[in-house]
């Protein structure tokens, strides 16, 4: 009886152009939510001091 040939693949070690697209992409993930993490931040920040600012909100403690 003729035998079936099987495939093997040959591990042919990793892809350096993948591996810097997917390190790439990665990076720049990450730099994005970094960057909304960031302008989040300043947004709290400038609508502190606005209120502060306007006689909105007190530093001070009530005293009761």
């Known amino acids: ?3 079936g040939h099987v495939a093997h693949l040959v591990y ?3 892809s350096v152009v ?9 990076g ?3 730099g994005g939510f970094w960057k909304m ?3 989040n931040s300043q947004r ?3 609508e502190f001091y606005d ?3 306007k006689g909105q909100i007190s ?3 009530d005293e009761e």
């Open 1 to 3: 009886m003729a035998g």
């Open 12 to 14: 042919k070690g990793p």
């Open 18 to 26: 993948k591996e810097l697209v997917i390190g790439f992409s990665l």
């Open 28 to 30: 720049l993930v990450a």
């Open 37 to 39: 993490h960031h302008w």
């Open 44 to 46: 709290r920040t400038k």
């Open 51 to 53: 209120m502060l600012e």
């Open 59 to 61: 530093v001070v403690a």
